[in-house]
């Protein structure tokens, strides 16, 4: 399937009622182009963090009664999950896409991941355009550009908070010409993902 980005049918998946009707329409509308943008990316992807990536999709499979607000895939170096790792994350909430290095509550890790990132706080900062945002939970919908973000106290609340989180990248508005445009959106994907891919390499060589 090739990928012609995303349009405002798929947004609108996240207004459909009911768990078993809106799965249905992220499983037929949105999941494929999962599938599409991993297989347009997989070189690069392994390439740039120097691992081979796996490709996982949320399944909500906990979810019993309330829809999902949100949806995405994960790219992971373990085959088998991706929440105890390091991962980067290319999903959709109702009025935007993101692209995230994610560094979740569930990393066995956590502490030790985000004192290496303090003792290398000036490194990351010149690292990450300050066009980007962070993100301190991944169920929320909410982000704050790096340019407006303490990135040191982001840290150590990651590093002390037991479910604390720290994700790093960019979200685009569902309405950005970008969005639709699947040449343009794949291109800003695997240039998020090389920018954040020192971030990345670092937090796997603890």
């Given at each position: 399937m090739t990928f012609n980005g995303f349009s405002k049918k798929d947004f609108e998946t996240f207004h459909i009622d009911g768990l078993d009707q809106r799965m249905e329409a992220i499983q037929e509308r949105i999941q494929p182009k999962f599938r599409s943008i991993y297989e347009e990316i997989t070189d690069n992807l392994n390439e740039v963090t120097g691992h081979d990536m796996y490709l996982h999709i949320a399944k909500h499979a906990r979810r019993t009664v309330n829809p999902p607000k949100d949806t995405w895939s994960a790219y992971c170096h373990n085959k088998r999950g991706y929440k105890k790792h390091p991962h980067f994350q290319v999903g959709l909430w109702e009025d935007n896409l993101f692209i995230w290095l994610a560094f979740i509550y569930e990393l066995p890790h956590k502490s030790e991941i985000a004192q290496k990132?303090?003792?290398?706080?000036?490194?990351?900062?010149?690292?990450?355009?300050?066009?980007?945002?962070i993100s301190?939970?991944?169920?929320?919908?909410?982000?704050?550009?790096?340019?407006?973000?303490?990135?040191?106290?982001?840290?150590e609340r990651f590093k002390k908070v037991k479910k604390g989180e720290f994700l790093v990248g960019r979200r685009i508005a569902a309405d950005d010409p970008i969005i639709k445009d699947g040449d343009q959106l794949v291109t800003t994907i695997k240039q998020t993902i090389q920018q954040l891919a020192p971030i990345y390499r670092s937090s796997m060589n603890l």
């Amino acid at each position: 399937m090739t990928f012609n980005g995303f349009s405002k049918k798929d947004f609108e998946t996240f207004h459909i009622d009911g768990l078993d009707q809106r799965m249905e329409a992220i499983q037929e509308r949105i999941q494929p182009k999962f599938r599409s943008i991993y297989e347009e990316i997989t070189d690069n992807l392994n390439e740039v963090t120097g691992h081979d990536m796996y490709l996982h999709i949320a399944k909500h499979a906990r979810r019993t009664v309330n829809p999902p607000k949100d949806t995405w895939s994960a790219y992971c170096h373990n085959k088998r999950g991706y929440k105890k790792h390091p991962h980067f994350q290319v999903g959709l909430w109702e009025d935007n896409l993101f692209i995230w290095l994610a560094f979740i509550y569930e990393l066995p890790h956590k502490s030790e991941i985000a004192q290496k990132f303090l003792n290398e706080l000036e490194d990351i900062q010149q690292t990450i355009p300050k066009d980007f945002q962070i993100s301190l939970d991944h169920m929320k919908n909410q982000a704050s550009l790096i340019s407006e973000t303490d990135l040191q106290e982001s840290l150590e609340r990651f590093k002390k908070v037991k479910k604390g989180e720290f994700l790093v990248g960019r979200r685009i508005a569902a309405d950005d010409p970008i969005i639709k445009d699947g040449d343009q959106l794949v291109t800003t994907i695997k240039q998020t993902i090389q920018q954040l891919a020192p971030i990345y390499r670092s937090s796997m060589n603890l």
